[in-house]
Nanobody, 123 residues
């Protein structure tokens, strides 16, 4: 299994910044993709930003130019720098990783989720 621990959420005024962190731990053989999703009240969970298996990045159109995803592979950590925050960015932000783990019977690949961190942007 993989444990994803997120930090950095909070309350900020519109126009402000926050930086989220997510660190993966466990019986990790390799991490294929890692990124951030969010779920706003009354809405479905959506992709915010993520690294693909090829190392490129994907961003939701709504955050392009404002959010930046980065990572530290040595620490199995991904970051999300959020600038120029808007009230519509208010949501629970979840870290996601698709990883291969070492199990008793061999290797197993699966999707893993963090517990979520609340980001609230006041107007």
């Amino acid at each position: 299994q993989v444990q994803l621990v997120e930090s950095g959420g909070g309350l900020v005024q519109a126009g402000g910044s926050l930086k989220l962190s997510c660190t993966a731990s466990g019986r990790i053989f390799s991490i294929h993709t890692m990124g951030w999703y969010r779920r706003a009240p009354g809405k479905q969970r959506e992709l915010v930003a993520a690294f693909t298996s090829g190392g490129s990045t994907n961003y939701a159109d709504s955050v392009k130019g404002r959010f930046t995803i980065s990572r530290d592979n040595a620490k199995n950590t991904v970051y999300l720098q959020m600038n120029s925050l808007k009230p519509e960015d208010t949501a629970v932000y979840y870290c996601n990783a698709r990883a291969t783990t070492t199990q008793t019977m061999g290797l197993m690949t699966g999707d893993f989720w963090g517990q979520g961190t609340q980001v609230t942007v006041s107007s």
